[in-house]
């Protein structure tokens, strides 16, 4: 799957309100499939407060070394034109308004699963990108992204930001 012009796909609704049943957005494969997935030049967001969204399980294992991974993909929360979690909807403050809980998690590799991942970005906004002033925004999202992957996995020029619990948890 190659975007263009970073491509997006949003969750939004209902189905991920629920913080205490956690639902996937886009499901990389299901447990223990073997095979190739590609994805770049991609973008996964979200609109409001979806405390109950994880927005990616990747669950594939490689059929041959590097044929499962994704390259130039971020992960935005919040923050931008359309998520409605600007400044407008969720001002800087101390205490996090519910309204402005966007996500559980960011990105689950599973315990079968393994990959390679260059060029990756999971950022829950602490400013408004798209506010003249650049305005710091109180958006909450439990947790970045959780390698539980037995491997072999490869990072290279990835990074996760802002996320309450963790950024990066390497299970």
């Given at each position: 799957?190659?975007?263009?012009?970073?491509?997006?796909?949003?969750?939004?609704?209902?189905?991920?309100?629920?913080?205490?049943?956690?639902?996937?957005m886009l499901r990389i494969g299901?447990?223990?499939?073997?095979?190739?997935?590609?994805?770049?030049?991609?973008?996964?967001?979200?609109?409001?407060?979806?405390?109950?969204?994880?927005?990616?399980?990747?669950?594939?294992?490689?059929?041959?070394?590097?044929?499962?991974?994704?390259?130039?993909?971020?992960?935005?929360?919040?923050?931008?034109?359309?998520?409605?979690?600007?400044?407008?909807?969720?001002?800087?403050?101390?205490?996090?308004?519910?309204?402005?809980?966007?996500?559980?998690?960011?990105?689950?590799?599973?315990?079968?699963?393994?990959?390679?991942?260059?060029?990756?970005?999971?950022?829950?906004?602490?400013?408004?990108?798209?506010?003249?002033?650049?305005?710091?925004?109180?958006?909450?999202?439990?947790?970045?992204?959780?390698?539980?992957?037995?491997?072999?996995?490869?990072?290279?020029?990835?990074?996760?930001?802002?996320?309450?619990?963790?950024?990066?948890?390497?299970?």
């Amino acid at each position: 799957m190659t975007g263009q012009v970073w491509s997006q796909l949003v969750a939004s609704g209902s189905y991920f309100a629920d913080a205490q049943t956690p639902q996937v957005m886009l499901r990389i494969g299901e447990p223990n499939d073997v095979g190739t997935v590609e994805i770049s030049d991609m973008l996964f967001t979200s609109v409001g407060a979806l405390p109950g969204l994880v927005m990616v399980e990747w669950n594939v294992q490689a059929e041959t070394q590097g044929s499962v991974g994704m390259w130039d993909t971020h992960f935005r929360v919040g923050g931008a034109i359309g998520t409605e979690l600007q400044v407008a909807q969720c001002p800087p403050q101390t205490n996090i308004p519910t309204g402005c809980i966007a996500a559980d998690m960011m990105l689950h590799l599973t315990p079968n699963s393994n990959g390679y991942f260059e060029n990756m970005w999971a950022w829950v906004a602490d400013h408004d990108i798209d506010d003249p002033a650049n305005t710091m925004v109180t958006v909450a999202v439990g947790r970045g992204i959780l390698f539980e992957s037995e491997g072999p996995t490869w990072l290279y020029g990835t990074a996760s930001e802002h996320s309450m619990l963790y950024q990066v948890s390497l299970f």
